[in-house]
C-alpha cells in the first residue's frame, strides 16, 4: 500500500516512474502495452497477473490476496473493484479468518464504471460486465451482464452468546 501511495502522487505524465512503480507493486516486469490510470489501489501486489493491452481506468481497488489473473485485450472501467478476499459468512466464524478465492478475468472482457468482482468469480472471453454491476458468480463466455439488485440468499443463525 505504501507503494502505491507513492505511485498516486507522481506526475500524470511521468511514464516511466508510474511504469518502475507498477513493476515493484506487482513484484515483476509488467507488459509494455498496460495501462493503469491513477489513482489506484492495491492491497498485495504480489497476486495480480495482466496479458497484452490491458487498460485499467483511474479509482481502481485491486484486493488480490487470493490472486488476479487479467487476460489480453481487457478494459476495466473507472472504480472498479477486484475483491478476492471476505470473511466467513456465519457470525461465529466472521472474525477468526480471511477467506480468498482468485478472480479470473479472460481475453477481450469490458468491465464497465463501479462494477465489483467477488472472490472466485471467472469472467468468460469476451463478456461485458455492465457499470455498477456487482458479479458474484461465474459469466460465461460472450455475455453480458447486469444488475445491482439485492436478492436474499439464505438466513443467518443468530451469534452464539459467547460472540456477542
Not at 107 to 121: L, M, N, Q, R, S
Not at 136 to 152: F, G, H, I
Amino acid at each position: 500500500m505504501n507503494l502505491t501511495s507513492r505511485l498516486n502522487v507522481l506526475p500524470f505524465d511521468n511514464l516511466d516512474a508510474r511504469r518502475t512503480v507498477l513493476a515493484e507493486i506487482f513484484g515483476k516486469p509488467i507488459p509494455d502495452s498496460l495501462s493503469i490510470q491513477p489513482p489506484f489501489y492495491c492491497d498485495y501486489g504480489l497476486g495480480a497477473s495482466f496479458g497484452e493491452r490491458v487498460f485499467i481506468n483511474q479509482g481502481c481497488f485491486f484486493l488480490d490476496y487470493g490472486g488476479i489473473t487479467i487476460g489480453d485485450r481487457v478494459l476495466i472501467g473507472p472504480r472498479v473493484t477486484l475483491s478476492t478476499a471476505g470473511h466467513p459468512v456465519d457470525l461465529d466464524e466472521r472474525y477468526d479468518f480471511i477467506t480468498h478465492a482468485p478472480i479470473v478475468i479472460e481475453d477481450d472482457v469490458w468491465i464497465g464504471a463501479a462494477a465489483t468482482i467477488t472472490p472466485g468469480v471467472t469472467i468468460g472471453r469476451g463478456s461485458v460486465v455492465g457499470a455498477g454491476a456487482v458479479v458474484a458468480k461465474d459469466v460465461p463466455p460472450l455475455s453480458v451482464v447486469t444488475a445491482t439488485s439485492v436478492v436474499e440468499r439464505k438466513r443467518l443463525k443468530p451469534a452464539s452468546p459467547a460472540t456477542t
